[in-house]
């Protein structure tokens, strides 16, 4: 007979280690994974964490690793040798793995780890040649919303699309920030769908999502909303000087728009010009339709005058010195001429 009945199927064999991986990418989750996933084969074969060394590149030298690479496992088992940052090394530190490389300890497992490293590094090719190379790139912010669906449905959970795109305006664009708040509705609602109504309820704004909707409210002069945000804001902590830092820095940026817009650029030029990620720049670019050279002149006066009285010009509270400055960006009058983008 070929089997016997009720027998376990045998498990397939798992591919032999490679001398060297190099692990690349911004997907911090999914490197995390197979770091994870790494560490655990290197106990089950081993029986021991004994054979697990790691380092991180910005303090520890190549010749170090290099070291540890060739020192003999402990109880015939594979050494891991794992160091992070490497793009860090500069050349020389380079070259000695490289040089490693070409002939590598039979019973060692090097794993460089990075968030980037071009095609012609040394460290990538010699790599390529002796082991592999893998690379997790984190989902762009436009697909986080679809990647946080994904992610509840792996722990049996049903986030909405518009219940999506909620929590990651909500929490940013950390992916460690957006599952543990998908792990805590899914904890909440269990099988039940989860939808934008639970995100509202069960889910804290971010610091920095807080701040673009008060920068957002005074651009688009919008007062309710903008005091409403600053209250939010010395709730949680922050400060009338850090919270002027950055409506100012904000106008600042309007500044630029406007100044671009009026030379002629179109706004797909000026979202390029400013290098800022696709959602604020499109926001800025928007905003600025609502101001011209005069308009958004003033505002920086206004601003201006307002750091000088909150450093010690006025003699004020900075709390009212901040909400007096804010008054006045609200209803400061448009120019006539000013055209929408």
């Known amino acids: 007979m070929v089997g016997t009945a009720g027998a376990r199927p045998e498990e397939p064999k798992k591919r032999p280690l490679r001398a060297a991986y190099l692990i690349l990418g911004d997907d911090r989750p999914k490197v995390e994974s197979a770091l994870h996933r790494l560490r655990e084969r290197i106990v089950e074969e081993s029986g021991t964490e004994l054979n697990i060394d790691e380092f991180v590149a910005a303090q520890h030298p190549a010749h170090e690793v290099v070291a540890a690479a060739n020192t003999l496992a402990f109880l015939a088992g594979i050494r891991l040798v794992l160091v992070h940052g490497v793009e860090q090394w500069k050349k020389s530190d380079k070259d000695i793995i490289v040089g490693y490389l070409k002939s590598p300890a039979p019973d060692s497992c090097l794993t460089l780890v990075g968030e980037k490293l071009p095609g012609s590094d040394p460290l990538r090719v010699a790599v390529a040649a002796a082991g592999d190379v893998l690379e997790y790139s984190a989902p762009r912010a436009s697909e986080l919303p679809a990647w946080a669906v994904r992610q509840a449905k ?22 460690h920030v957006i599952m543990r708040e998908v792990e805590k ?12 109504e639970d995100v509202v309820d069960l889910t804290p704004r971010a610091i920095e999502a807080s701040i673009f909707d008060l920068v ?3 651009a688009t002069r919008r007062g309710v909303q903008a005091f409403a945000s600053i209250e939010a804001l010395y709730a949680s902590g922050e400060r009338p000087t850090g919270l002027l830092f950055r409506v100012l820095r904000h106008f600042q940026h309007l500044s630029r728009a406007v100044a671009m817009r009026e030379e002629g650029l179109a706004p797909a030029q000026v979202q390029a010009e400013l290098k800022m990620k696709p959602f604020p720049a499109r926001k800025i670019v928007e905003q600025s339709g ?52």
């Not at 518009?162 to 664009?173: E, F, M």
């Not at 509705?185 to 934008?196: D, K, P, S, T, V």
């Not at 000088?308 to 900075?318: I, S």
Request: aromatic content about 6%; some cysteine; hydrophobic content about 40%.
């Open 154 to 175: 792996k722990i049996g959970a049903h986030l909405e699309p518009g219940a999506a795109r909620l929590l990651v305006q909500y929490v940013g664009d950390d992916q």
């Open 185 to 196: 509705l899914a904890a909440y609602r269990g099988r039940a769908y989860i939808r934008e």
């Open 216 to 218: 957002d409210a005074v």
């Open 290 to 341: 609502a101001y011209d050279s005069t308009s958004i002149g003033r505002a920086l006066g206004v601003l201006a005058e307002t750091d000088a009285r909150m450093k010690g010009k006025g003699d004020l509270p900075a709390e009212l010195e901040f909400e007096l400055c804010l008054g006045r960006l609200l209803v400061e009058p448009r120019d006539s001429a000013v055209r929408a983008y």
